[in-house]
């Protein structure tokens, strides 16, 4: 037994207060909790297996010890949470996940998990290790191995999971787990969407979120789940890209990941805030950036003199194919929102600070157009710039275009007042009582009308949103 290890499971608060209610029942712990005691890594979940009494049992007695919210997640596969209310950081909510092992042996249900690194267990009484597969040499050499291929077919969901500690821990995969995944790549869609979902948004929360996508395309497994990537990939390199239009995008989220890690406090401490989807604002910001182009294929031109790539309008039209191909993954309405609306606006901050005529007054509107998502929008704005770098575009383009976006950001810092929320000039019944008009299209024009004067700072009371609606045409 590894002493540090063994002196980790002791000192650990928790463990040890389970160790202490159950004195005489065969309890391990297993998984992720193990995997991050030999990475030295801080682990706020445990996850524990019992043998010798019902896991519901356990859980109930848990639940009472600690004064904790319980959850029972699979009463089929009693497989049960206790989510402690004391967070073990400012951050962090600690959760205990309690089962029994598959077919009543620890033995089997380690064999039946998905990674060797995944499958070691530690005796919380005696400090006996279970490592059945070599999970802690894995480990050692950071190796991501998978420990059957059957297991795969049992719950597809495993093909996903093996990128998603890619990410997180930056492992590499062994040729056989490879392989495996090109087999049965296919099976990915059988999982329930809102499984497919948390491990995406967990892949999208790693530091190596982009190295994993680049596999994840290559054992086919990407466009199983986003079918849009087949038409990524038909759009090669060009004067003003690098790289063809599928790595280009990969290349956004890694240029996301390094901006972010070189920002100052107040960017990394916004893009920390998990404001939806129960994922920090950056996770969602590379999944946009990953798709920030998906409009391009549908609107792409050759011209046919100067041989230039177009894409008019690729950011609109984007902006609409993301909602449905999100919706089905089973994203939440704000997150979709979100996304939405960083690849509506990934081109408006570099168009705005390039144009001759950018002013104070259009750096307000665009401030309070993106409302509180000015930052994540200007760091996509300069990942996208940084990942272009096409024969056209010279050091001294990208340098420019990205002290501008800085000056963008840094107009934002600085303006305080342009971050207060618009009053509302009138609202719909207003409009629809001073015009005698009825709910139509012609209303949401008015408004929408309405909306882009307040922007432009053409109207600034109620006198002259009525006088505006009254001249409307």
């Not at 000192?11 to 991050?36: C, L, M, Q, S």
């Not at 869609?189 to 809102?194: D, Q, T």
């Amino acid at each position: 037994m590894n002493t540090t290890i063994l002196n980790q499971i002791k000192t650990d608060k928790i463990i040890a207060k389970i160790a202490e209610v159950f004195p005489n029942n065969e309890i391990y712990i297993v998984g992720g909790t193990v995997r991050d005691f030999y990475m030295g890594v801080k682990s706020y979940d445990r996850d524990i297996i019992v043998t010798n009494m019902e896991a519901k049992d356990c859980a109930l007695k848990l639940h009472e010890t600690f004064d904790s919210a319980y959850i029972p997640l699979d009463e089929e596969n009693k497989i049960y949470r206790i989510v402690l209310h004391e967070k073990e950081d400012t951050n962090n909510q600690s959760m205990i996940d309690i089962t029994n092992p598959i077919e009543d042996s620890i033995e089997k249900d380690l064999q039946r998990r998905d990674l060797t690194i995944n499958a070691i267990a530690i005796n919380i009484h005696t400090g006996e290790v279970l490592d059945l597969f070599g999970g802690t040499t894995d480990i050692q050499n950071k190796t991501l191995n998978h420990i059957k291929e059957i297991n795969f077919v049992d719950d597809p969901l495993r093909l996903l999971r093996v990128y998603r500690f890619q990410a997180i821990l930056n492992f590499e995969l062994t040729p056989e787990t490879i392989n495996a995944i090109c087999k049965y790549s296919d099976l990915i869609n059988k999982p329930a969407k809102e499984r497919i979902n948390y491990e995406l948004m967990k892949l999208f929360s790693g530091n190596y979120t982009s190295k994993a996508l680049l596999n994840m395309n290559k054992t086919w497994l990407l466009e199983e789940i986003f079918p849009v990537i087949k038409e990524l990939k038909q759009v090669p390199p060009n004067t003003h890209h690098h790289l063809d239009l599928l790595h280009h995008s990969i290349e956004t989220v890694n240029q996301i990941q390094i901006l972010y890690e070189e920002a100052n406090d107040r960017v990394k401490q916004h893009l920390d805030k998990v404001d939806f989807g129960g994922f920090s604002r950056l996770a969602h910001l590379k999944l946009a950036g990953f798709l920030h182009d998906i409009g391009k294929f549908s609107t792409w031109t050759i011209d046919k003199d100067t041989g230039r790539h177009r894409f008019i309008k690729h950011d609109d039209v984007g902006s609409k194919l993301v909602k449905p191909i999100l919706k089905n993954l089973c994203f939440s309405n704000k997150q979709i929102n979100y996304i939405s609306d960083m690849i509506r606006n990934h081109i408006y901050p570099s168009q705005l600070m390039t144009s001759i005529d950018v002013n104070e007054k259009a750096m307000t509107r665009y401030i309070r157009k993106l409302n509180e998502n000015v930052i994540d929008n200007i760091i996509l704005a300069k990942a996208d710039r940084l990942s272009a770098r096409g024969e056209l575009i010279t050091d001294e383009i990208v340098a420019s275009n990205l002290t501008a976006l800085d000056k963008l950001m840094n107009y934002y810092f600085e303006s305080p007042e342009t971050l207060k929320p618009l009053p509302k000039l009138l609202d719909g019944n207003e409009v629809m009582q001073i015009l005698n008009i009825k709910p139509s299209p012609k209303l949401g024009e008015i408004l929408n009308a309405l909306h882009e004067a307040q922007l432009n700072g053409d109207i600034t009371t109620k006198d002259e949103a009525i006088q505006l609606i009254k001249n409307y045409k």
